[in-house]
């Protein structure tokens, strides 16, 4: 896998021309690697399973098991999923440099998501109530620790 | 009852943002309330939802925290329904509301810690907590907006942000994703749907709902200019002019790194961040001063005469 720093850089570098379909298809395969370190990190296999057609959604999937917080990402990940839809579709569309361009700020968006959860611990945790929500529910409360 | 009527009325739940960073949306939710005719009933005494902070330290503090605003409204104001235009409070309400209806633990906690501070414990369903997205969606409508729009916002184009509490976690939230009429977990449009009826032509915006960096802003101030540095290019690159926000974390969040990317990466967007409330009371007629325009931080004076809406 590459590092986040070369995905980022790898991003950046990407042009619409010649190929957008395989611009398209590089930014998707870099979201891949994106959710593949997120899974890692926390001792799973990457799926190689696909949802819907796509490996990133599964993945996705595999990654917001158990913590609720990832679904943050949800959207962004079909976000890119749509938008490599239209390059892959409509390669020579009037707006094609501009897709490109959008995808390429929408896996932005994944990567610096994803990558800000792991480089500092615990970070995200306030996300979408994630840490209430992974506790017990029986988890003892202060209030019941009272004397 | 229809929600038409019901919402007519509502308890205010402003939280503590609204009366700092973001007062220019308690100035305009309570003026674009005032020019439709809703009535806004601030919460008595009201307190912290317990927002982000004591939510991590020990949930059902948190849980009770938002129950004591909900008990006010029920059993001291004899309201049934609180408005609360914070993503943050409205988020935190619907998750103390759906854990006194599903977890034991919670209610026994919350009735130890109400009988303690010597009010009436709240109960699952006294009230409904709804956004000012609701408020004005269902009592006003978009045809009623329509009718009552003075300076259109024609010709403005609009990337609507809605940030993430808005609609996460799905489970909080039963009244949405309920088909035709209601709002969508995934593709919000509420806002969209209120300024498209006053005019506004909305963007394609792939990242309404995606993370603004908010909470990470202290911790790792770089990741969220980054996070915010995306939002304001992608709203650019969608033609839009203008991101009309309805959560104050998001929206202080976008002004101020919006400053620190320039500052800091030397990336200046071009991009005019305002309340939709502000947008909608400013299509009702209403003065830039009586939305509060002139407290956000960035500056839009030039851009609302540029449109003649100042």
């Given at each position: 896998m590459r590092s986040f720093d070369e995905l980022e850089a790898t991003i950046g570098a990407l042009q619409a021309d010649p190929d957008a379909s395989a611009a398209a298809l590089s930014l998707l395969?870099?979201?891949?690697?994106?959710?593949?370190?997120?899974?890692?990190?926390?001792?799973?296999?990457?799926?190689?399973?696909?949802?819907?057609?796509?490996?990133?959604?599964?993945?996705?999937r595999q990654g917001a098991t158990k913590e609720p917080s990832f679904n943050a990402c949800r959207e962004t990940c079909r976000e890119i999923v749509y938008h490599y839809n239209l390059l892959h579709l409509q390669p020579d569309h009037e707006e094609t440099t501009d897709r490109v361009e959008m995808m390429k700020m929408i896996s932005s968006h994944l990567l610096l998501f994803v990558s800000g959860k792991m480089?500092?611990?615990?970070?995200?945790?306030?996300?979408?109530?994630?840490?209430?929500?992974?506790?017990?529910?029986?988890?003892?409360?202060?209030?019941?620790?009272?004397? | 009852m229809t929600k038409k009527d019901k919402y007519q009325k509502v308890a205010y739940y402003p939280g503590c943002a609204l009366e700092g960073t973001g007062h220019s949306y308690n100035r305009s939710t309570k003026a674009v309330g005032k020019k439709l005719g809703l009535d806004l009933v601030e919460v008595k005494n009201w307190n912290c939802c317990g927002a982000m902070e004591v939510k991590n330290i020990d949930p059902k503090i948190q849980t009770y925290l938002s129950s004591r605003v909900m008990s006010v409204a029920a059993n001291e104001m004899d309201m049934d329904v609180v408005m609360a235009p914070c993503n943050g409070c409205y988020h935190n309400l619907k998750k103390a509301e759906y854990d006194l209806k599903n977890d034991e633990d919670s209610v026994a906690v919350v009735d130890k810690l109400s009988k303690?501070?010597?009010?009436?414990?709240?109960?699952?369903?006294?009230?409904?907590?709804?956004?000012?997205?609701?408020?004005?969606?269902?009592?006003?409508?978009?045809?009623?907006?329509?009718?009552?729009?003075?300076?259109?916002?024609q010709g403005i184009k609009i990337a609507n942000y809605y940030g993430c509490m808005y609609t996460r976690p799905r489970h909080i939230f039963p009244e949405k994703d309920q088909g035709p009429g209601s709002e969508s977990t995934s593709k919000p449009h509420f806002m969209d749907d209120l300024l498209a009826a006053a005019g506004a032509e909305n963007v394609e915006f792939p990242l309404k709902t995606a993370c603004c960096g908010g909470a990470h802003t202290l911790s790792d101030s770089d990741t969220s200019t980054k996070l915010v540095l995306n939002i304001l290019k992608a709203a650019k690159l969608a033609g839009a002019e203008v991101i009309a926000t309805e959560c104050p974390t998001c929206h202080s969040g976008l002004e101020m790194h919006q400053i620190r990317a320039a500052e800091v990466f030397g990336e200046k967007v071009e991009i005019k961040i305002l309340y939709f409330t502000q947008l909608l009371?400013?299509?009702?007629g209403l003065k830039p001063?009586?939305?509060?325009?002139?407290?956000?931080?960035s500056d839009s004076m030039g851009f609302l005469k540029e449109k003649g809406l100042a």
């Open positions: 395969r870099i979201s891949e690697e994106v959710l593949e370190h997120w899974v890692t990190a926390r001792g799973q296999e990457p799926t190689m399973e696909e949802r819907e057609g796509f490996r990133l959604l599964a993945l996705h480089q500092v611990a615990e970070l995200g945790e306030f996300c979408c109530s994630s840490k209430p929500i992974r506790l017990n529910s029986n988890n003892d409360s202060e209030v019941n620790r009272e004397p | 303690k501070a010597g009010h009436k414990t709240y109960e699952s369903g006294q009230v409904e907590t709804i956004h000012a997205l609701d408020w004005i969606k269902e009592t006003i409508g978009e045809d009623g907006l329509r009718e009552r729009v003075k300076n259109s916002l009371g400013l299509a009702l001063r009586k939305v509060g325009v002139h407290e956000n931080v």
